[in-house]
């Protein structure tokens, strides 16, 4: 290792291969001319874009364009609409760098790839990091996988190929084959050396993990303690061997529950025989955390990936799935008040009165069904505290139940009768404590049958709520000899 | 400055104030046991900490607790109830350390702090860093916050005050108070050397920010960077000065979305006059992106904070709002069925299939709503774009309620009659086309009136579902001459 120069008058030398001031001033960003107090392009802007690229005014657009953040160029192009969306990266191809497409959305990115020839898409993918390649290949077709990775170097090639072999939405996928390792001996000072000499760690690192001699790691270094060390103390004795290891084939909601727990930067993945394989770094874990905590309302919706940039076919494929079973849920609700028909002949007003019971018991079934999907997700509700959250669930779901009982009861009361009030009024308590127990209970045991619990349990608690609003209303209203049933 | 120590024989010396290795080891994290598969405390193990708790044996519980990182002692203090809770703190007073604080919820540590004198809660909040004791703090009553105050030294009782004095949820409130900012003619070599001077830099930090003689920041260097460089360059030409500048100002929501566009390890904070006020890493933001993305569920469901930990009486409050709002909306859809009384008493299948109609409507305005929340949550859907995708809702609106209209409108046909088949066909078109503008047009109205579209949509877009459903079934079976009205 060569001694660094310590001499602080050889100030200008060297300067040149550090990564100089890139992208506008910062008071560019907001509130500029081109985005809004909240950080989005102004309607204005885009306008102007959208002018320019009509009118065949290359240079234009470009002047327009180049002063944006890779990020804001990938919200630009997500904001037009595909024929735009083409003439814009044909008019900017040289700002269209390796960080615009790593953060454009997976369908607009893969509409454009499938655009393009598969020389084109593995100059592109060879510039981009393991992790973000790995993204926008996996998105292809297997055909146009195949064809890419053809077109690719030997080595990026079998990097990629090695993380499609991890099953998706894995650590194996998703991790960076890029980290620094250093082994059990080293020095703060030997270490700084090591990094000053490795001019190419092109990837910023925010930790060194330590490696004993089979590449198992023994510990982990923040940057800012080694910074404050002295040059000779063993990194030994300024690691952390309490580290959280992430095995290859973690799920990505785990990973992101784990930095989120621990409070991560980065983690150490490591493959079967516990080697050291790549690292997750929070960065990349932000957009695993909010895609994770964000998909349960479009989940519970049955609204499938939700995402307002995928093909029409896509959307209704998945949407329509939701509808005919919800069609199959309504039928049942349907049923149980066929049975009632005599009942409702004799008194119109069970079936003027009779959604108001189903439709406020969803909606309560609905908000704890919301709550212990949540608690579900976060690992707040588990196996050691179910019964306690079902007990304060009822608690809860008996004071809103007598609450709107009582509500409903009494303008029942005015406008029909007080008979018809109470009958009312008991279908709403019974219903809204069945809501209860449902909106807890239908999540809970989807995630013990290993069930994503916000995929399924809106059709089931929908389909309680529904069939026992009816059921109970219809059913007490003949029960108590307000009417009869024959 | 000092000149480093160089000697790499010196290993063994001053070795004593590095952070030592804490806590367990890695290994006895994941399938111990006391975590299942998952990383979640095991109800075993939860039984036995029960056990010994209710039989008072102390050092039995301090025994199994002690080998649990801080995240998991205060995730068992979650998941246990009250009376359990207080036993164990007392159990454990040495490891209910400044970091288990930090990481409870906040309805459990408001509940734990309450029983607390505020001299023992002025003693805790001294020992933690300034974002986390303001986040404490500011959960108290008025009084219990004046109370704890009052018991703080001055110093760490400013930095709050200050803090305090920024409304909730704003980068003021959120943001760390101790950062590394150097003057801009540093070196490389000598920001090291002020580094290992200054001992106590005891938070981890990821990045140095560079100011000017006004503490404006100019710039910022990370720790990679650093240690990656010749001692003897400038920071000036390290540092990058695209930066992202945080206005103390900031809602969190904002802070949380530009950490994720801009993929930031930790930003500067800077006051009205752009001077460098504090920072924000991304450690304390990825538990505002899950906070912020997972909210929309509860929201849009009407569970408001849907904290499982919520005490009952909030979480009563919080919802019966949202079941007694919704009771005005089935009010609205009994009126329209009212106006159709004797449509009904004449044909009691109307009664029968009506609901079917207002329930696939509702769903399907549900799909739409949530895409829609979520597009306007993180940036997707703006004033640029919004006819667009009001366009492709149509269009999947469309298929949807093609889709669902023939298959029960064909079911009605066989079961009852073709005319009534044709009757329910149609109006299922009509709502789900409906629901579909509703679903966009209801979140966007109230983003552009300034509200959360997360937080009323559902109300309305229920409403306009439900009466649209049993307007159109009810009145095209009248206008069509199935049924006479009178």
Redesign the interface.
Known sequence: MTE????????????AD??????????D??DDERHDE??????EY??AVRDALEEGEKGEVYDLVEPL?P?DIA?LL??L?REDRALLAAAITDLMSSEVIA?L?DHVREDMMEALAPEAVATIVEQLETDDAVQLIEDLDEDDQQAVLAEMEAEDRIAIESALAYPEETAGRLMNRDFVAVPEHM?V??L?DY??E??D?TH???EVFVVDHMHHPV?TC?????????????LT?????????I?VTMDQE?V??????????SAAVTDDDGRLVGQMT??D???I???E??E???L????GD????EP?RE??VS??R???A??G???V??LI??MF?AA??KL?AL??????V???GG??G??????????I?????????TW??VW?EM??AL??GA??AV??GIATSLIFNPMLGGVIATAMIIN?AVAGLAGVLVPVIFERLDQDPAVASSVFV?MIT?SMG?FAFLGLAVASGLVSAA
Do not use: C
Request: aromatic letters at 4%; glycine letters at 6%; a negative charge.
């Open positions: 660094p120069i310590h001499d602080e008058d050889l100030l200008e030398v060297q300067a550090i990564p100089a001031e890139d992208g506008p001033h910062p008071d960003r907001i909240e950080n989005r392009l102004k309607p885009l306008r953040h990020a919200d997500e904001l609409d953060e959305n020095t000072g030997g700084i990094l000053r490795e001019g760690l910023d690192f925010f510990g923040a940057l800012s303690w080694i910074l404050t060390a002295p040059r000779n103390v063993a004795d300024v690691m952390k061997r309490d580290q959280t290891l095995p785990e992101a529950l784990m930095f989120q727990k621990y409070g991560l930067i929070v960065d874990v932000v957009h955390i909010s895609e905590a964000g349960d309302v479009l519970l919706s049955g609204a939700g995402d307002i940039n029409i959307a209704y949407r329509v939701w509808l005919i919800n069609l849920t309504a039928l609700a349907s008040i066929a028909g409702i002949e119109v079936a003027v009165l009779m959604p108001i189903a439709s406020i909606n309560a609905t908000q704890t069904m919301a709550v212990s999907v949540r608690a997700a976060t690992n707040q509700l588990t196996r050691a505290n306690r959250i304060r608690r809860v004071l809103n609450t709107v509500l409903i809204i929908t529904d009816f």
